[in-house]
């Protein structure tokens, strides 16, 4: 509802954001006010810098059956399908970020079922890892188990892209978000520099970010 949205982003209220970057603030204020939300809304609204490639088709299975191998292997593929179109799409970037409603893979969720497309999978961020392209994987939080969930999900991350070195961006405005990012070996230090900057900036001075190394 509108009162909901209005709350889940009051922090948009806040003058310490104009300190950030007031043209952003205004930018994505008036995104939520308008109900503008989507990628293309996004795309439409010039807030991330010019060059920058978006994909904006849904990974939805809504309407599709949902028992029945069949069922199952219809909706495999089409993921399978959503995956390969994104890879295809965004082959000319260096960096891909990745924003999935909740975010990284759990044991109780299945790929295939009416939620799977609010989670991505550790292989299905392999093949853009192996070829040459830095990450940044979007997670929902719970601040309470925060470290140890953190501390786990790099372990896992390793695991399977064999990655050498893991940042954590925490957002503490409001709700727990979490953003890993992942550079591949040729653009750690760049980077390394980009957070530099990012910790220097009234982003991190003021309170809204922090970002750590995750061992």
Partial sequence: TAD????????????SLCDC???????????????????????????????????????????????????LDD??????????????ALQDTELVFFDPDTGMEIPSMKRHRADGPKYVWYDELKPFFGRGQSLVVYQHGDH?????????????????????????VRWH???????FIIPVDEHIARMEKAIGCLQ?????QDGHFSVSAVS
């Fill in 4 to 15: 909901r949205r209005k709350e889940t982003f009051k922090y948009l209220e806040e003058e």
């Fill in 21 to 71: 970057d007031s043209e952003l603030k205004q930018i994505l204020k008036s995104r939520v006010d308008d109900g503008k939300q989507t990628i293309a809304d996004l795309q439409a609204s010039h807030a991330l810098p010019a060059g920058t490639t978006y994909f904006d088709k849904l990974l939805d299975f809504g309407g599709m059956p949902a028992v029945g191998k069949k069922a």
């Fill in 75 to 88: 909706r495999l593929l089409l993921r399978r399908d959503w995956f390969s179109g994104t890879l295809d």
């Fill in 144 to 168: 309470s188990k925060a470290e140890q969930a953190i501390k786990q999900r790099a372990s896992e991350l390793r695991d399977t892209l064999k990655c050498e070195q893991i940042w954590i």
């Fill in 173 to 179: 405005r409001r709700q727990s978000r979490f953003y």
């Fill in 200 to 204: 220097a900036s009234s982003w991190c």
